[in-house]
Each structure stands twice: as C-alpha cells, then as structure tokens.
C-alpha cells in the first residue's frame, strides 16, 4: 500500500530560526514526490518536485532534497519568516495518474516572534 | 497562472439539504478532482474528471456526485447532506501529461453541515 508520512505533526519555532520537515514514502513505482505550502484558510501551492534523479533543490529560502535510497525527502527552510507559518504537505504519485496520488498528513509549522 | 475558484469559501447547511459546490479554472485544463481535508487524514480524493461528461470514483465517493457539462467547471454534490460531511472541500485541475502530477487548487469551502 502507498503510504507518505510526515514528521513531526506540528512545529514552533521562532522566527529567523531555521527547520527541518521530513517525508518518508512507499510509494511504487516512485516517479517523484511534491511539496506543497498550503496557508490557513487556502489551497495547497506547489512549492517544488523532486524528480528520482535529483538530491537538492532550492525555492529561494526552502531547499528539499531527496533520497531514493532510503526513500526520504526533507524540506529545509532557512532564515524563517512569519509567512512561512503554513502546513506543509508532501504528495508522490503511484501508478502515473494524479488520481493514485498519496497525500501525507502535513507538517503545521508556527513561526512566532 | 492558473486560477481554480471555488463559489463559497464557507456553507452552513442543514441534515438532509441538498449541496452543491461549485469550482471553475480558467486554464482549459482536462483533469479536474474534488478532494475533502480532514485533520489528521490529509486529502482525500472524492471525484475526479477527465474530460467533459466523463467522471471517476476517488478513494471516497460514497455520499457524493459529480458534474462536468463543461471543461471549465466541476460541481460536486451532496444529495442528502449528513454531519460526517462536515469537511474543507477542496478543487483542483491539473495539467496535461508531462506536467508532473502538479496540482492546482482552489482556497477551498469549509462546509459545515447542522
């Protein structure tokens, strides 16, 4: 069964502190896996892919990476702002539609002063 | 960019009404979903469409219908509403083959059924 679980549930942290939010996945046949920032009230907004191929990318302050190996993605945000106070959500799709899509449960992070 | 708009971003219903949820992009996007957002559960897909007139079961179609008489718009509804539908409703389209599965959604309904 495909499954993304994210860690942790929820996160404080003060602003201009830096973090940390981790996706594990079982997904197969593994394509690539998403982030979305999704704010209170809204919609979930892409924030990046990650492609098998790839191990690093960078969005301005947030920089995911990947491993296929132990089938881990993590979503690193640097220097934190007030706005970066959102849930955020790690989707990989299994079987090549968007209908088979595996959503994790978010991550909620509160930045604070 | 592509704007997904839901009609309402809060419904107040009661037992037993009739629902209808509105969503409309304006990217001529083929692949539009209807997903429901609980805590805890993360999303969960209700409906999904291909094409116009065209309609699929998602994880949890149970309680819900669909509508797609044209390409820009997807309703979903609830013929007889029941307080386990209270729920953040969220569209979605997406784009053609190759674009990696991205999502666009709309800012979502909070339905709350009495």
């Known amino acids: 069964k495909n499954q993304v679980e994210q860690s942790p549930q929820s996160l404080i942290i003060l602003e201009g502190k830096n973090c940390t939010l981790q996706?594990?996945?079982?997904?197969?046949?593994?394509?690539?896996l998403r982030w979305y920032k999704q704010d209170t009230g809204r919609g979930p907004v892409s924030l990046t892919i990650m492609t098998f191929s790839e191990n690093t990318k960078s969005n301005g302050r947030y920089t995911a990476t990947l491993d296929a190996d132990t089938k881990q993605s993590s979503l690193h945000i640097t220097a934190s702002q007030l706005s970066d106070s959102a849930s955020y959500i790690c989707?990989?799709?299994?079987?090549?539609?968007?209908?088979?899509?595996?959503f994790g449960t978010g991550t909620r992070l509160q930045v604070t002063l | 960019d592509v704007k997904v708009t839901q009609s309402s971003r809060y419904l107040v219903k009661r037992t037993g009404e009739k629902v209808f949820l509105e969503c409309v992009q304006d990217?001529?996007?083929?692949?539009m979903f209807w997903y429901r957002q609980d805590p805890g559960l993360g999303l969960r897909l209700i409906y999904f469409?291909?094409?116009?007139?065209?309609?699929e079961k998602g994880d949890i179609p149970e309680g819900y219908s669909v509508s797609r008489e044209k390409k820009e718009r997807f309703s979903l509804i609830l013929e007889s509403a029941s307080t386990n539908q209270t729920s953040m409703y969220l569209c979605?389209?997406?784009?053609?083959?190759?674009?990696?599965?991205?999502?666009?959604f709309g800012s979502g309904t909070q339905l709350s059924v009495l």
């Open positions: 979605a389209s997406r784009g053609p083959p190759g674009a990696n599965e991205k999502l666009f």
């Open positions: 469409s291909y094409d116009v007139k065209m309609k």
């Open positions: 989707v990989a799709p299994g079987g090549g539609t968007a209908s088979k899509l595996t």
């Open positions: 990217m001529d996007h083929e692949n």
């Open positions: 996706c594990n996945y079982t997904v197969s046949p593994f394509s690539n």
